[in-house]
Structures are given as structure tokens and as C-alpha cells.
């Protein structure tokens, strides 16, 4: 199945579902967490500046994805890290850590601060902002991963770019590689020239652990989902990034699911916790909602 790179429609009912692969086999409450009833919403018809607007996208349906031999964490390399590059206040690096530990369900380390770094860098031509090469990034993470680390995410203040003809990247991470790079410049208003209002603090985090989800997906060898409305959608710009909802549909939930095996209940339970702590009632009452339907399964 393939895309005309300038007129995506979306897949119909039939085409998501079969994305998911047969359930028939799998216990009663992951076949509950897998229906892809209306908690999930169909992946949206892109707008002209969408991702899906100018970007090509092969589909990965669950069993492409398990015919891909798809990296999973093991005995010797089983946590996940995370870097920060230069200076760096917020978001709360702990904040960072136990969501993606409890989204995840694995080990979650953070390292020191890294700063001095000889990166590739360059004044964006239309921000006059200094942004850093991410493809520099990659490299520098691929041969300093710890020994027990399945991946490495570097988080950085500073904007990005993958390429001289990008004018930017929230970030980028590699299928294959167990390294990747985001920035939370953008999540910024001040970066725009506006000013920071009340909430400043809740809105950069929760942008700052959609994009760590998102690309620490990747680094699973999970692509650009474009079946449902999903973490792993594509993203052009802050608006379309800000509209991806915090979960992960039924097909790529189904992806990791394979790779890690999780508890799906105790997983919910745990991010259901972290989005009440951190404020988020719009993914808590979602998270609630699924968790009484996989409860009800049992």
C-alpha cells in the first residue's frame, strides 16, 4: 500500500482495523485495550501545511512492523536514557523520567549534563535563532551508549535541524540506531516572542513528554502512524503537534505491546497516576475510561 505524496485520504474502518492484526488469540483485556472502538479517532484528512500534506509515509500495520525485526529491550540492554545538551532548566528532568517510565514500563536514567559539544550549528534563516545539526547528535550518542542502555534520547534547549534544507525539527531519532535528539525550543511562546503566560510551566511539559514519546517510539521501530489520531502522527508544525493526542492507538499500542509485553492495566494505572499528579485531566479521564473497559474484560 502506498501514498500519493499530495493527496492522502485517510484509511477507511476496514483498513484500520486490519492494521491491528488479528486479536481472536490474545487474552480478554488486551483484546479490550486493542478495540479500536470510539476512544480512538480516525486519523484526520491533513491540512495544506500537515505533515501528511508534504511528507510520504509507507503504512505500518502491526505485522509489518513484527516482520521488520524491530529492536526490543533484553536482559543486557534494558534501560532507557536520557541526556541533556547544554543548559537546561526545565522541564523537570524527574518529571521527564517518571513519565517515560511509566509510559514505557522500563528503567528510565538520566545523565549528566553534557555541554561543550563541537556540533555543526547555524543561525535559522528565518528565526535568526542558532540551531544544532541533529544528524551531529546521532552520531555523538552512537558511540557513547552505556552498556545497558536499549536507547539514548539527548533533550536540548537549543532549536534543530536534520539538513540544509530544513527550516527545523522538533527532533529526530533513529529506528535502528537505540539514539535519538528532541528540542523543546518551540514549546517555548518565548521562543515566538510571546509571553509566557500562567500555565507556561504545564503547557511545556506536557508538549515536552508528548515529543519524548513520540520519539522514543521511533527508536522501538515505530513509524509515523497514519491510521488513527496517535502520538506517532507526523508533525509539521506546533499546532498539529499540540492536536496529537498522548496515547498511542490500538496499532501501535499493539506494537509495543509485542515488544515489551506490558501489563496493560498496571500500565494505564501508572500513567493514570502521573496525569493526576501533573494536571492533566483531559488524558487522565481518557486513561480512567480505557482502564474500566479492560477491567470489565477481565
Not at 70 to 86: E, K, M, N, V
Not at 104 to 114: A, D, G, H, I, N
Not at 208 to 223: I, N, P, Q
Not at 232 to 240: D, F, R, V
Request: glycine content about 4%.
Amino acid at each position: 500500500m502506498s501514498l500519493n505524496l499530495h493527496a492522502f485520504e485517510p484509511p477507511e474502518a476496514d483498513a484500520r482495523r486490519a492494521a491491528i492484526g488479528p486479536l481472536d488469540s490474545l487474552p480478554p483485556v488486551l483484546r479490550a485495550a486493542l478495540e479500536p472502538d470510539s476512544d480512538f479517532r480516525p486519523i484526520p484528512k491533513p491540512g495544506p501545511n500537515d505533515w501528511l500534506s508534504s511528507h510520504r509515509e509507507e503504512p505500518q500495520t502491526f505485522l509489518d512492523f513484527k516482520s521488520s525485526s524491530p529492536r526490543q529491550p533484553d536482559a543486557s540492554r534494558r534501560a532507557i536514557y536520557l541526556l541533556p545538551l547544554g543548559e537546561f532548566q526545565r522541564p523537570p528532568l524527574d518529571k521527564l523520567r517518571h513519565f517515560a517510565a511509566a509510559y514505557f514500563q522500563m528503567e528510565v536514567k538520566t545523565l549528566p549534563v553534557m555541554t561543550g559539544t563541537n556540533f555543526t550549528t547555524r543561525l535559522n534563516p528565518n528565526t535568526k535563532n542558532r540551531q544544532v545539526l541533529t544528524t551531529d547528535v546521532l552520531k555523538f550518542l552512537q558511540v557513547r551508549l552505556p552498556a545497558d542502555a536499549f536507547c539514548v534520547l539527548a533533550i536540548t534547549m537549543d532549536d534543530l535541524y536534520p539538513d540544509p534544507a530544513w527550516n527545523f525539527v522538533f527532533g529526530q531519532a533513529s529506528l535502528h540506531e537505540g539514539v535519538g535528539v528532541y528540542s523543546f525550543a518551540r514549546y517555548d511562546p518565548d521562543f515566538y516572542g510571546q509571553q509566557r503566560g500562567s500555565d507556561y510551566e504545564s503547557v511545556l511539559l506536557r508538549r515536552s513528554c508528548k515529543v519524548l514519546v513520540h520519539e522514543t517510539g521511533h527508536m522501538f521501530g515505530v513509524t509515523h502512524c497514519v491510521f488513527f489520531a496517535c502520538v506517532m502522527n507526523g508533525s509539521n508544525h506546533l499546532g498539529e503537534s499540540d492536536s496529537r493526542p498522548f496515547h498511542l492507538c490500538p496499532v501501535c499500542l499493539r506494537k509495543l505491546h509485542w515488544s515489551m509485553n506490558w501489563n496493560v492495566v498496571k500500565r494505564d494505572e501508572s500513567l493514570a497516576a502521573l496525569y493526576k499528579e501533573f494536571g492533566f485531566e483531559k488524558e487522565l479521564n481518557w486513561t480512567e475510561a480505557r482502564l474500566t473497559k479492560m477491567k470489565s474484560a477481565r
